[in-house]
């Protein structure tokens, strides 16, 4: 069987909701045994969320939560005590990686900030994710994705030119910022291994989401231009839209980028005559009556499907994609194909499918990597407790009655 790339690294994950848990979530598939420490006393929200419906509650009956803590092991263990505290400090002694996002100071109030940790285990790496940072004027300030990407600027430049600012789905910056954190921390540990030195990641999700939007941001510090709100028109590109297509809400996204585009465009809808209409001998003019020619392009999408219109579109060379929802996109060939979801049976929602890694890699066979179902709440206390920190099982039974594990 193939060595997985992260075998023999260990994650004490204090990670909750979204960002963290997904970073977390793929580094386990790639072979680092993760432990999320969580307790009933302070459940992990998500685990709320997603339940099934005509089910009763149950806190291991969260989808959401199952998608994203796939291939972890669960503690319980309650940092509001101080043998709990004890007991994660324990486990951290034996682990190479703290992830968490708390509040800022929620872990220096446990004993179990960076400053602390790093003084008893100097090559730790740990990473804290938190929306504006863990230091400066603004750092207290709370906030969940949709905060956080109005406070970056994404809602200003998101949304039509007569129409208010506009969200960019309530959570799409949890999963940019998971990305960004799996990255920074393999990063951190390739630095680790060439040098024996342990590092700090304070990860503001305000700064991830702000990288995402390079042109607004280039352009108002290189020219005072404030971009405001475009909808989907591009900078160059002509025609760049979403347009409607036959159907119930259904759309299609079309991009032309180059002339030789713009003619077999003209040559598919149908319409030779648009390359001598004045309006649209070139870039420029198109651009400058770009209204219009969305509004001709959508007579022709209209008496058609998205797939039509992708795959018409495509075998002449111009890039056309469908708008999906959410079960179109899972049952695209091509998705499929890509084997981009994860079945896992799970002992109390049963089989479901999972979005799991992006990559394909030539070295890594897929069946070689981890997916495990998501841990139940606790799962894993005794082999934790017991295997890895050495604890009698009195000594556990006396925690568990102090309430130091729960």
């Known amino acids: 069987m193939s060595r997985l790339p992260l075998e023999g690294v260990r994650i004490a994950d204090f990670g909750w909701i979204l960002a963290v848990p997904q970073a977390t979530a793929w580094l386990a598939v790639m072979g680092a045994e993760v432990i999320k420490i969580e307790s009933k006393q302070r459940l992990d929200l998500i685990r709320l969320l997603g339940q099934r419906s005509g089910h009763p509650l149950d806190i291991d009956g969260s989808c959401y ?5 796939f291939g972890k092991k669960s503690v319980t263990l309650n940092l509001s005590h101080p043998k709990g505290v004890e007991l994660a ?5 034996r682990s190479d990686i703290v992830t968490e996002n708390f509040t800022v100071g929620n872990m220096n109030k446990w004993g179990l900030g960076y400053e602390d940790l790093s003084k008893i285990k100097p090559d730790l790496i740990m990473l804290s994710g938190t929306p504006l940072g863990q230091f400066g004027s603004e750092s207290q300030c709370v906030g ?7 406070y970056a600027g994404m809602c200003h430049l998101t949304g039509y030119p007569d129409g208010p600012p506009s969200g960019l789905g309530g959570n799409w910056p949890d999963f940019m910022i998971g990305v960004v954190m799996s990255y920074a921390i393999m990063s951190a540990l390739h630095y680790r291994r060439r040098t024996g030195k342990g590092q700090y990641i304070d990860l503001a999700m305000a700064e991830v989401v702000m990288s995402m ?5 280039a352009d108002y510090n290189m020219n ?6 475009r909808g989907n028109s591009d900078d160059v590109m002509v025609p760049h839209n979403v347009y409607r297509c036959a159907g119930n809400d259904q759309w299609a996204a079309i991009a032309v980028n180059s002339e030789s585009e713009w003619q077999a465009l003209c040559q598919i809808v149908g319409h030779p005559e648009w390359l001598s209409d004045a309006r649209f001998h070139d870039r420029a003019s198109r651009k400058a009556h770009e209204t219009a020619l969305d509004e001709l392009v959508a ?5 058609r499907s998205p797939i039509e219109v992708m795959h018409t579109l495509q075998a002449a060379g111009v890039a056309a994609t469908p708008v999906y ?9 091509q998705f499929q194909h890509r084997g981009y979801t994860v079945s896992l049976d799970h002992p109390v929602t049963g089989t479901i499918p999972v979005a799991g890694i992006p ?14 179902s998501a841990p139940r709440l606790g799962q894993h206390n005794d082999e934790i407790l017991s295997g890895l920190l050495g604890l009698s099982s009195t000594e556990i039974a006396r925690l568990q009655e102090e309430q130091a594990i729960s």
Do not use: M
């Open 65 to 69: 939560f199952n998608s994203l803590n």
């Open 89 to 93: 400090k324990a486990l951290i002694l």
């Open 144 to 150: 969940w994705g949709p905060h956080t990407q109005a």
């Open 213 to 217: 939007l390079p042109e607004g941001f």
């Open 224 to 229: 005072g231009n404030d971009r405001g709100r």
């Open 299 to 303: 007579t022709w999408t209209s008496q």
């Open 325 to 333: 929802n959410t079960e179109a996109l899972c049952n695209d060939p």
């Open 359 to 372: 990559g394909l890699y030539g070295a890594v066979p897929k069946e070689a990597l981890h997916y495990t």
